[in-house]
């Protein structure tokens, strides 16, 4: 069972007798454990944590007391000699350090990267080599929230990488979404400023439905194919687990001989591509506002490690930099994988969970500029104000320019960069010549060319005859192909979702101008699409501005179709003293050696029986966080089961069913919600009375819990039953 928060169950007293730390949980590590200078030190992991059974000051000393303030007598004033009452508040005064700017609030986690080899045809990068194992710390995030917002907010999220490489670090920093709101860095603080808070109030916290947003999506076009895919299913992952992740600009790869590749980068679920809906969020956010964070930690503790395969989709590095006419430096642009295929080039696991989230999650430090031999950036205008703003904001936020230096972002690679002193300087340096050349210290450090794995830039020629100017590419100027082709991608229920998201965002708008400035825009996307909007918000429908684009739909785009594994699926087990205990171990067994977690939901926590630990209650189940529910009876009500002390229980059931009246609000939910429910035989009526019959699809009913399970698993393998509320057939 995860979640557990320490390594061993706290006895009932206070502990006295001294002893050491406990070490961390078998599901947690810290950084390896490198020198400053990047020299591998053979220590524990754990030799970075707190040591020692005595309290202590931060310089060693011991003290007998750690609740009292020295004073001049028990009554008497405080005084000014107690040096560990200044140290301690000087250093609380000082524990938070400013949160980003963007991707403020984040989750994390240690794992390896396998490479394939595959890749060596394009890059000759040591780390995508055949069978190099490549130690990674992943940090996923969302963009506008602070760090106290909630994570299942309708976002972009962050899936930033860094690879601790022979060769140096390398940080590929992506999204979850392939392309961005803008084409150019310097539109970069508009966009953020936009759709942050409204700086008056410092409302709405981490959620673009507000006017600042869509008024400035609406003015600046080459926004619309970001903000579709926000508005599709895509900004509310079911996971962090079942979340794509793309590099989202193009990057040019160089191979052993020379040669260059363009090529675009593309982290693939193993689990698949799942979202919540949108009523799912709601309730989250307030149920559970650290709903991805616990669902990542939970899933490595509980060993359903999550996998994503890393892919490349390349192209011809031609002097125009573009593929079957998509401009491949603009940002705001896919290339369909039904062009370009994404080739897997190695496996990334996620094993073990951070042991401190503040030295860790906190401090670690991305930058698109931290490249390795084989990877080089092309002239995408974002990616060259990112390659600034990045390390600029790790000056600021770290406390000075030696952040690297902190253990979770040094490399596993030997540094001699003769940069000395300054803020959290931790390198005791020798020698008197940082500088080159030099003689007095032997010369030392030397330059290393590519024959000795130098990094040495791609020499690209620039455009001949060009003159400095603030311009784009006309290819730049096509703001509407692209979203028109993704919509035209979706299957209907996901058209449904993204028609619903509009609606929702844009009736929060308190501007009718600026409703009816983004309509426009959705009328040069879909008229189907205008028209519901349009609809939903009282407003007459605009004609579009010209002829619609033709376009191809790429099925890649969609989320719906497939079936993929359902290990780390959570499942529910309602149950309780009168169910068919046997059927519930067996129920719980099944769930476990297919590689899910089961939770056992009760009137009451405790134990059912020997072997049967109840981990969720009537009280605090929500349907949102399972992905099915099984029930093995009729749950009759608990004593808790009334309306002052659990609103859910405010309703009685039908007459006569003796069930709890809250497992019929969380199977309706969960109904409601598309997800696959079951019950072994003589719980039909409790499923029916919630409005669930066993001829819905994804309703089965069983006497064996083994066969009752497979249904299930089957079911979950396509994350849920879309066939349950087909979507309307509208004439496009």
Not at 670 to 699: F, I, M, N, T, W
Request: net charge negative.
């Amino acid at each position: 069972m995860p979640g557990r928060p320490a390594p061993e169950a706290p006895v009932l007293e206070e502990p006295t007798t001294p002893r050491d730390p406990l070490p961390p949980k078998p599901d947690q590590e810290g950084p390896e454990v490198y020198s400053p200078t990047g020299e591998a030190t053979g220590a524990d992991r754990a030799v970075l944590a707190q040591s020692g059974p005595w309290l202590t000051t931060a310089q060693g000393l011991r003290l007998p007391d750690g609740d009292h303030s020295l004073k001049a007598g028990e009554r008497g004033p405080v005084l000014l000699q107690d040096h560990h009452l200044r140290e301690k508040i000087t250093h609380f005064d000082h524990e938070r350090i400013p949160e980003r700017v963007v991707h403020a609030r984040g989750a994390a986690a240690h794992g390896v990267f396998r490479g394939y080899g595959t890749a060596a045809t394009v890059s000759k990068a040591a780390f995508l080599a055949e069978g190099a194992e490549t130690p990674v710390f992943v940090r996923f995030s969302t963009v506008l929230g602070s760090r106290g917002s909630a994570d299942a907010v309708r976002d972009t999220r962050g899936f930033a990488t860094k690879f601790y490489t022979s060769e140096g670090t390398f940080d590929l920093v992506g999204n979850n979404i392939p392309v961005f709101f803008i084409q150019d860095a310097i539109k970069f603080p508009d966009v953020i400023h936009a759709a942050k808070p409204h700086p008056d109030r410092e409302i709405p916290q981490a959620q673009s439905a507000h006017d600042t947003f869509w008024d400035f999506v609406s003015l600046h076009t080459e926004a619309t194919h970001h903000t579709i895919w926000n508005m599709s299913d895509r900004a509310l992952p079911r996971s962090y687990r079942t979340m794509e992740g793309f590099g989202v600009h193009t990057f040019r790869l160089v191979d052993a001989a020379g040669k260059t590749t363009l090529a675009k980068f593309h982290w693939k679920p193993k689990a698949g591509v799942h979202s919540l809906l949108w009523e799912e969020a709601q309730i989250i956010n307030g149920v559970d506002p650290d709903f991805h964070r616990r669902d990542l930690a939970d899933a490595i503790e509980s060993g359903a490690f999550p996998e994503w395969e890393l892919g490349v989709q390349t192209f011809p590095d031609n002097p125009e930099q573009t593929f079957e006419g998509i401009d491949l430096l603009d940002p705001t642009k896919i290339v369909p994988e039904e062009m370009a295929p994404v080739q897997p080039i190695g496996l990334l696991t996620l094993d073990a969970n951070p042991s401190d989230f503040f030295a860790e999650t906190e401090q670690v430090a991305f930058h698109p500029g931290h490249l390795v031999p084989g990877i080089d950036v092309t002239d995408d205008p974002l990616l060259a104000g990112r390659l600034f703003s990045y390390i600029d904001t790790q000056i600021s936020r770290l406390g000075g320019p030696n952040f690297a230096q902190i253990p979770v972002n040094r490399p596993h690679a030997p540094v001699n960069d003769m940069l000395r002193d300054g803020m959290h300087q931790t390198a005791v340096h020798s020698g008197v010549a940082p500088y080159r050349p030099n003689s007095l210290d032997g010369g030392c450090p030397f330059l290393a060319g590519a024959a000795e794995r130098g990094y040495v830039e791609t020499p690209v020629e620039t455009q001949p005859g060009a003159a400095k100017v603030r311009e784009a590419p006309a290819s730049f100027g096509d703001h509407t192909s692209q979203p028109r082709r993704f919509y035209l991608s979706l299957t209907p229920v996901e058209r449904e979702h993204v028609i619903a998201a509009y609606t929702f965002e844009l009736s929060k708008c308190y501007e009718d101008t600026v409703k009816e400035r983004n309509l426009r825009v959705l009328a040069d996307i879909d008229p189907g699409l205008c028209a519901q909007v349009a609809a939903g918000l009282g407003l007459p429908v605009p004609a579009a501005s010209g002829p619609l684009a033709d376009v191809a739909p790429s099925p890649a785009l969609s989320q719906i179709g497939g079936e993929w594994p359902v290990t780390g699926r959570v499942v529910g087990i309602v149950a309780d003293g009168d169910s068919d205990l046997d059927a519930v171990r067996t129920l719980r067994r099944s769930v476990l050696d297919a590689g899910m977690v089961p939770l056992v939901i009760a009137s009451k926590g405790g134990h059912l029986a020997d072997g049967i630990t109840v981990q969720r209650t009537f009280a605090n189940a929500r349907s949102v966080e399972f992905d099915a529910i099984v029930l093995t009876g009729v749950p009759a009500p608990g004593d808790d089961a009334y309306g002052a002390r659990d609103a859910k229980a405010g309703q009685d059931g039908p007459d006569g069913l003796g069930a709890d009246p809250r497992v019929l609000t969380l199977l309706a939910e969960a109904y409601r919600h598309a997800k696959a429910l079951g019950g072994l035989k003589g719980s039909g009526d409790v499923l029916a009375a919630a409005g669930c019959h066993e001829q819905s699809p994804g309703v089965v009913i069983d006497s064996d819990p083994r066969t009752l399970f497979e249904q299930i698993a089957g079911l979950l393998r396509q994350h849920r039953v879309w066939a349950r509320f087909p979507a309307a057939q509208r004439a496009e």
